[in-house]
């Protein structure tokens, strides 16, 4: 009995150092995640101005995109962001990482090196380096006045804007990469020494058994690079200065949530745009989900 009960006892001592170590990451969960998230939907249905305290206005707010053409262009320029970067984002990371698993001498030198940009993508730093190159005196001008073309502002042309943003997300190619590499790691060889015996060349191999296999690996960098992309605000706002420009075309759904929550302290609306965005993302990743029982393949 006096065993039993000294476990007990020792039990709730456990129990409580256990919660006592928790504690801190409750109070950040409550505090810093769930009550803002629980904040921005309840002043989805209100007017809030950031200076007056709320005023409940029903479904104002969402009934109001219905009629905002600025939202409807941007959700136009995010969608062709998201549909064209992300799959040519990925072909770039699937070909290195095919390139580095050729077993190439100093590979944790280059994992690293490409891996890169992928932390420094989304920085401040490297927007600004990124508007100074695509400038009209920028070195990608440069680079084509060797040549003899031409160049222009690539930046502050409607036409070209968007284009250098995509391939700034396209640079960032590190994450998926070395994603790719380590499943690439994972199968195993004897299924391209069968294949090799059987006569199947490196296409065939790669079409036949890099492809089925790696596809959860694809799936999985799918739905996060497509989550990343619709969330890019970075880039966009150091580039157009904030503006979305030149006319609007770098005018993401993110830069134009920005604007109406702490440009025009439309907060109320903010917080409807935002989880409109919860809602849009919500609904990609719900239909990859639903594609992937077409085209992914779990070896079991």
């Given at each position: 009995m006096r065993r039993g009960?000294?476990?007990?006892l020792g039990g709730k001592k456990e129990n409580r150092a256990a919660f006592a170590f928790l504690a801190p990451w409750f109070v950040g969960l409550l505090?810093?995640?769930?009550?803002?998230?629980?904040?921005?939907?309840i002043l989805g249905f209100t007017d809030y101005n950031l200076i007056q305290p709320p005023v409940f206005n029903g479904l104002d707010n969402w009934t109001r995109m219905l009629g905002d053409e600025r939202l409807h262009h941007a959700l136009g320029v995010t969608l062709v962001y998201v549909v064209v970067s992300v799959p040519l984002q990925l072909v770039c990371a699937l070909g290195l990482a095919l390139l580095l698993d050729?077993?190439?001498?100093?590979?944790?030198?280059?994992?690293?090196?490409?891996?890169?940009?992928?932390?420094?993508?989304?920085s401040v730093a490297i927007a600004v380096?990124?508007?100074?190159?695509?400038?009209?005196d920028g070195l990608f001008n440069q680079v084509l006045g060797a040549f003899g073309i031409e160049g222009k502002g690539w930046i502050s042309d409607p036409d070209s804007a968007l284009g250098t943003l995509i391939v700034l997300n396209v640079w960032t190619f590190g994450a998926p990469m070395v994603i790719f590499l380590a499943g690439l790691r994972q199968i195993p060889a004897m299924y391209y020494e069968a294949a090799a015996t059987d006569g199947a060349g490196r296409w065939t191999q790669f079409r036949s058994i890099t492809i089925p296999l790696l596809s959860p690996i694809v799936f999985f960098n799918l739905v996060l690079q497509v989550i990343h992309a619709f969330q890019s605000f970075t880039q966009a706002f150091v580039v157009s200065g904030g503006s979305g420009g030149p006319s609007d075309s770098t005018l993401f759904y993110t830069l134009y949530l920005y604007q109406r929550?702490?440009?025009?302290?439309?907060?109320?609306?903010?917080?409807?745009?935002?989880?409109?965005?919860?809602?849009?993302?919500?609904?990609?990743?719900?239909?990859?989900?639903?594609?992937a029982r077409f085209w992914v393949v779990y070896d079991d």
């Open positions: 009960s000294g476990g007990t505090l810093i995640t769930a009550g803002p998230i629980v904040a921005s939907l050729r077993g190439l001498r100093g590979l944790a030198f280059y994992r690293s090196a490409f891996y890169l940009p992928s932390l420094l993508g989304s380096l990124w508007k100074q190159i695509f400038g009209a929550g702490f440009g025009n302290f439309d907060m109320g609306y903010a917080s409807a745009l935002a989880w409109l965005l919860l809602v849009i993302i919500g609904g990609f990743t719900a239909v990859n989900f639903w594609a």
